[in-house]
């Protein structure tokens, strides 16, 4: 068998087929050796995935942290504009809105050149360049003295950490089987909730070193060199393919190349496929995935920005203030790994998944919906830079979202914020209803594909590149 540079995902085979597959599989490779290539890629990758995306959405978010130190008043980013009956003050936070704002149009500009270098280059290299720069550029945060430097330090803070989720979706695609992928996206995934649960407590801790710089400053500093030096780890251990990964045996190479096989996807393929970028323009579903993410990033990203805002404005002093955050985080990462087991273990249930989940107006939920919208944009996608693109595109919506829900915020005066929570509403609504007419779009598709083709198929040739449109076989997941 050639095992050269295919994987990937692709098709869910009907019953004739699937018995066929399974006889193949097992006269290559046992259950057992499976089950324990497996735990070793979740020992293995997982924990660097999910502790580089839980930096990043610390990183991300702790300019909301600083603020209960004197960042706003120090850069000038709140201004109290009046007080209401109770006397507490009505502030403008337009400035501080856009310099959260800056972040996402930084990412939104790094998203599709940092996938194409994804795509052309190591992932392991790109990745752990991009986070040994970012965490540089948020050490550099403590130098910053104004707005404009606040809002050039928050554009390349974004740019370079789009680097990564991106990146992930697809290299999960790589190690792990259609069926085991909502699981371990929603493994990494979830850490953004951890990143929410476990920064408040530390960040107060950093908030009270006290020496020569302003209170806020060693936050940025600490955070950044943790950071810098986490990329290394990156450089070393995070693997790019089964063939191409040093830390396989070939027994082991032979084995996680040949069951992803089954997925029919392509290949590994470094050479950009303008074919397939224009497919992936041209598909729904690139517009689907992007539209739930952005639409799930608006309430998200203002919760980011302001929750702590919002609770100072409630009466909490800034301990609390930070420490209610924390229940918060731990809702959205339990929400996300419940939502991703069950889909797991119930087939084709994601889009019902992303509808209930959207109906349920908590944080948590919110970017449980957002997550499995992620995982679908690789599942459903065939073709190396079809789903590159489609990946990259998510996060596009992603930012949109997260550059909209700031916004909305900041133009409503706190603390009621009655702008920012309506427009939360609507997008709550959005995701239910884009969801279903997704979930009955494919259905139709799906339906279509078994009565033209003939019901006994069989995995595409490895060294094909084909599209989720050009493989008849393939089969959506729902």
């Not at 130098?143 to 991106?166: D, H, K, Q, T, W």
């Not at 959205?332 to 019902?352: D, E, H, M, P, Q």
């Not at 609504?429 to 598709?445: F, I, K, N, S, Y």
Request: hydrophobic fraction near 45%; charged fraction near 15%.
């Amino acid at each position: 068998m050639n095992y050269s540079s295919s994987i990937a995902e692709g098709k869910t085979l009907e019953p004739v087929a699937q018995v066929e597959d399974v006889k193949t599989h097992q006269q290559m490779f046992s259950a057992d050796e499976e089950r324990k290539l497996v735990r070793k890629l979740d020992l293995w990758i997982l924990p660097l995935m999910m502790i580089t995306y839980t930096l990043q959405s610390y990183d991300k978010g702790v300019m909301s942290a600083a603020t209960q130190f004197g960042f706003n008043d120090d850069l000038h980013l709140t201004k109290v504009i009046g007080h209401d009956t109770a006397g507490r003050p009505i502030t403008d936070n337009k400035r501080y809105a856009n310099a959260s704002m800056m972040f996402y149009i930084g990412y939104l500009v790094g998203t599709y050149p940092m996938m194409f270098l994804s795509q052309r280059f190591s992932i392991s290299n790109v990745i752990s360049g991009a986070t040994c720069l970012w965490g540089a550029v948020l050490m550099s945060t403590a130098g910053c003295y104004n707005y404009s430097g606040i809002m050039v330090n928050r554009f390349f803070l974004g740019f370079l950490e789009s680097a990564v989720a991106p990146a992930f979706t697809v290299l999960v695609t790589f190690w792990w089987t259609r069926e085991e992928q909502a699981l371990r996206m929603s493994t990494w995934y979830c850490c953004v909730g951890v990143a929410t649960a476990i920064s408040p407590l530390i960040n107060y801790g950093l908030g009270q070193i006290h020496g020569p710089l302003l209170p806020w400053k060693p936050i940025f500093l600490i955070l950044g060199a943790v950071t810098v030096s986490w990329s290394i780890v990156l450089f070393f251990f995070l693997p790019d393919n089964p063939v191409v990964s040093g830390r396989l045996s070939e027994r082991e190479r032979e084995i996680a190349i040949e069951r992803l096989r089954r997925n029919n996807a392509g290949t590994v393929d470094h050479n950009f496929n303008f074919n397939q970028f224009k497919e992936a323009l041209c598909d729904y579903k690139l517009y689907s995935g992007a539209f739930i993410v952005m639409l799930t990033g608006v309430p998200s990203g203002a919760l980011g920005t302001f929750g702590t805002i919002v609770i100072n404005g409630f009466g909490f002093n800034h301990f609390e203030s930070l420490a209610l955050t924390c229940p918060i985080g731990v809702m959205t990462a339990l929400s996300i790994l419940t939502v991703g087991f069950i889909t797991r273990k119930l087939r084709n249930t994601r889009y019902i998944s992303i509808a209930a989940c959207g109906l349920i107006s908590i944080a948590g939920d919110l970017v449980a919906s957002g997550g499995l919208a992620v995982g679908l944009a690789a599942s459903n996608t065939s073709g190396h830079t079809k789903k590159s693109t489609v990946s990259a595109s998510t996060f596009v919506g992603y930012c949109v979202g997260n550059i909209i829900g700031p916004v909305i915020f900041g133009a409503s005066p706190g603390p009621l914020y009655r702008a920012g929570f309506l427009g939360s509403f609507v997008c709550l609504c959005g995701v239910v209803v884009t969801a279903a007419a997704t979930a009955v779009a494919l259905r139709w598709e799906n339906a279509r594909r078994i009565r033209s083709t003939d019901t006994a198929r069989h995995a595409q040739s490895i060294d094909e590149d084909l599209t989720d449109i050009q493989n008849k076989d393939f089969r959506y997941v729902l």
